[in-house]
Structure formats: C-alpha cells, structure tokens
C-alpha cells in the first residue's frame, strides 16, 4: 500500500508540473488565478486480516479565475485524468464579491503513482 504522504506528494507534483505556480496545498494567495486543493477525509477503503489493505483518500479541488473560458480548468481535469481516479464537478459559481469564478471537483484517489 502507498503511504499517505506518498498520495499526497504524487498528486501535488501532478498538479504543480501541469500549472507551475499556481498550486496551493489548503491555503490560498493573494493573487489570480491559482488552484487550491485538499485532502478532508478517508474514503472507501478495502480491509482484509484486520488490517487496512487499500486506503482511498477524498479530495477537493477549487479553481478561482477571473477569465471566462480559462483553458486550465481544461488542465486541472487532464491532471485528474492522469492520476486514473474517480472525479467530478461539484460546483461552478460565480463569486460577485470578489468577482471570480469558482470551479469545485472532487476525487478520490488510492493506489496511484509509484510504489
């Protein structure tokens, strides 16, 4: 089984390598566009001999733009792709306080990258 910081790391670098400066693990910049992503829980784990054989983690994307159109959100769903998890859009909205647009996916990964 791939160790959690292992998962973590893997999808971190995907993201970075797709959209270099633009990628924040749980905190946000000041600056626009950027991608935020988290890891905020477990899910559907496989158990076998009294022990954890298969760890999924959920996860949680949000893009925030001001660009109509932003050919990365394109990017952020080929990164999802490449991990080979299952993803999906949860939200699209648009912010008028700010005046951003807000992209929300959602994925789970588990056995993904090297091992």
């Not at 991608?35 to 559907?44: K, S």
């Not at 496989?46 to 022990?51: I, L, T």
């Amino acid at each position: 089984m791939l160790s959690l910081q292992n998962k973590l790391a893997y999808i971190g670098k995907a993201f970075n390598d797709a959209l270099p400066g633009l990628v924040f693990h749980y905190w946000r910049p000041d600056s626009f566009p950027y991608l935020v992503w988290r890891e905020d829980m477990e899910g559907e784990s496989f158990h076998a001999g009294n022990h954890k054989e298969e760890q999924a983690i959920h996860c949680v994307a949000d893009y925030y733009t001001k660009t109509e159109y932003d050919p990365n959100i394109d990017v952020i769903q080929e990164v999802l792709n490449y991990l080979e998890c299952p993803w999906r859009i949860e939200a699209v909205q648009y912010e008028e306080d700010t005046e951003l647009i807000h992209y929300t996916w959602e994925f789970e990964v588990s056995e993904i990258g090297e091992t």
